[in-house]
C-alpha cells in the first residue's frame, strides 16, 4: 500500500508497510497512478502527450528499483508480529483524577466542568498511596513509570499531590521503579510556591490556554463568568522560564468558533513558548462551536499554513515545537506502539477520587467502563481484554488507511463517544489526523533542503 500527495510544490509517496518515505517529482508522481497496472507501453501511451518516451521509462526503473528494494508496495510485516499473539500487557501509566472540581467553566470541557457527570470530589491521600501500590503492582518488569495528575483542576488538591508523590518517591526504591510525574493545571492557582514545586518534581507539565485572549476567553473563563487569559499568561510564561523551556506543553482547544487556529499556535510562538499543542474540540454536531466536516477544507488550509510557517521559522532561527507535526522518521515508537496506539484500558488506566479504575480519563463517568478499585484490582478483565485487542488490524477502517502506523487506530474513547464502539474510529478526527501526518512530512522535506 502506498499513499502519495502533492503540497506546497513538492510531490511525496509513502510506503505504509515499511515506513519508507520518497520525495518524487511530478513524472514518478504521474507514472504511479499506472505502475502496478499497466505494462510499459500502456503507461507510455497514456502519459505521451505530458512526458517523452526516455523520461517514463526511467521513472518506471527508479520505481523498479526502489520497490526491488522493499521501499515502495512492501509487504505487511506486523499483521501477525509476535507482539499481537497471547499479549499479556502491563500497567505502565496512571491518570489520577486528584479533582474532580474545577474553579473554571470551560463551554467546551469533556468532564462536565471538572465533575465527570457525578459529585465534586477530591481525592484522599489514601486513595493516591493505593494507586501507587496498584501501578507498582501491576507494572511487571516494566521500570519507568507514569503517573498524571488530572482533573477538573488538581491545584485544588494540590496538598494531596505533594503527599502522593512523596510516598511514591519512597515506594520506586523499594521497587526499584522510576515514576515519572506529570500535572495538567489552567493555571489560576500557580503562585511561586507551588511553581517551584512543580518544577522541581514533575516530569512534565501541561498548560491549559486556548491563544489569543479572545479566543480563550470566550472559552475557559471563572465561575462567575469572567475570561481568565490575563490572570494565568504571566504565570505560564513564568513556568516556561523556569523550567528553561523544557518538558512542558501550552495546550489549547480550537473549535469552529477558530478555524483560524493557526493564529492562536503563532501567538503563543510568538510569546516565546517552544512547546504547543492546539487540539480540534470533540464533541457532538449539535454546539455551536462544534467542528463539523464541512469545516475541513478550512481546517486543511490552516495546517498548511502552520506548517510553512513552522518551517520558516525554524530556518530564521526562532523556531517553536508543535505536538502534531513530530514525528521520528528514523527510530519512531515499537512496533507494538504504532499497533496499538496509546494502551488506554490496558497499559494506561484512569482512576477517580473513590480509587474506581477506568480505561482512560475520557471514560470516567460511564459506570460500563469500570474496571475495578485500586483497593480490588482489577475486577472486571474483559474490559481490558476488549480494549487490549481494539488495534489497527481489528478496526476495518484502518485496515486500508494508510495513515494507520501513524495514528495507530485513533483514539478509543472519541470512536465510542461517536460510534457507539470503540473498533469504529472518530471520522472527522482520521481526516484532521492524515492531514496532520501529510503536513509532518512535508516539514521534514522541506526542512532537509536547507
Not at 381 to 404: L, M, P, R, V
Request: hydrophobic share 35%; proline share 2%.
Amino acid at each position: 500500500m502506498i499513499h502519495k500527495f502533492y503540497q506546497d510544490n513538492t510531490y511525496m509517496v509513502i510506503d505504509v508497510n515499511s515506513g519508507a518515505v520518497h520525495v518524487i517529482d511530478e513524472l514518478v508522481y504521474d507514472v504511479l497512478d499506472f505502475y502496478r497496472d499497466k505494462e510499459t507501453d500502456e503507461i507510455i501511451n497514456l502519459l505521451g502527450n505530458k512526458y517523452s518516451d526516455t523520461e517514463i521509462r526511467e521513472a518506471i526503473k527508479e520505481l523498479d528499483f526502489i520497490t526491488a528494494e522493499g521501499l515502495l508496495f512492501s509487504e505487511d510485516r506486523y499483521f501477525d508480529h509476535e507482539a499481537l499473539k497471547n499479549r499479556k500487557a502491563v500497567i505502565k501509566a496512571l491518570c489520577l483524577h486528584i479533582a474532580h472540581d474545577c474553579n473554571m467553566r470551560c463551554k467546551y470541557c469533556f468532564a462536565s466542568q471538572g465533575d465527570f457527570k457525578g459529585e465534586r470530589s477530591l481525592m484522599s491521600t489514601e486513595v493516591g498511596k493505593k494507586s501507587i501500590d496498584f501501578l507498582i503492582k501491576n507494572s511487571g518488569n516494566r521500570r519507568n513509570l507514569e503517573v498524571d495528575f488530572f482533573g477538573g483542576e488538581p491545584l485544588m488538591n494540590f496538598e494531596a499531590v505533594k503527599e502522593i508523590v512523596k510516598y511514591g518517591r519512597a515506594e520506586e526504591k523499594k521497587y526499584n521503579k522510576n515514576i515519572r510525574f506529570t500535572i495538567t493545571t489552567n493555571g489560576l492557582l500557580l503562585n511561586e510556591e507551588n511553581m517551584e514545586y512543580i518544577n522541581e518534581n514533575m516530569y512534565n507539565v501541561v498548560l491549559s490556554i486556548d491563544g489569543r485572549k479572545k479566543v480563550h476567553d470566550g472559552m475557559r473563563y471563572t465561575i462567575s463568568g469572567q475570561g481568565t487569559y490575563d490572570i494565568i499568561m504571566p504565570k505560564f510564561l513564568k513556568m516556561a522560564k523556569m523550567r528553561e523551556h523544557r518538558d512542558y506543553f501550552v495546550r489549547g482547544t480550537f473549535t469552529g468558533n477558530n478555524l483560524d487556529f493557526a493564529s492562536d499556535v503563532l501567538h503563543l510562538a510568538d510569546l516565546g513558548f517552544k512547546s504547543t499543542s492546539i487540539e480540534p474540540v470533540v464533541t457532538e454536531a449539535h454546539h455551536d462551536y462544534a467542528i463539523r466536516e464541512e469545516n475541513l477544507p478550512v481546517i486543511f488550509e490552516q495546517y498548511e499554513l502552520l506548517a510553512r510557517e513552522y518551517v520558516k521559522r525554524i530556518k530564521e532561527g526562532r523556531g517553536f515545537g508543535f505536538f502534531h507535526f513530530t514525528i521520528d522518521l528514523e527510530q519512531g515508537p515499537c512496533v507494538i506502539k504504532r499497533i496499538s496506539g496509546c494502551g488506554a484500558g490496558a497499559e494506561y488506566l484512569a482512576v477517580t477520587p473513590e480509587g474506581d479504575i477506568y480505561p482512560c480519563h475520557q471514560f470516567v463517568g460511564n459506570e460500563d467502563f469500570k474496571i475495578g478499585t485500586v483497593t480490588e484490582g482489577i475486577t472486571d478483565t474483559s474490559i481490558c481484554e476488549e480494549f487490549g485487542k481494539a488495534h489497527i488490524y481489528n478496526k476495518d477502517k484502518c485496515n486500508n488507511c494508510w495513515a494507520k502506523f501513524y495514528c495507530s487506530g485513533g483514539c478509543h474513547a472519541n470512536a465510542y463517544n461517536f460510534n457507539n464502539n470503540i473498533y469504529e474510529p472518530y471520522d472527522i478526527g482520521c481526516e484532521m489526523q492524515k492531514k496532520r501526518i501529510e503536513c509532518s512530512l512535508i516539514i521534514q522535506a522541506k526542512l532537509a533542503e536547507g
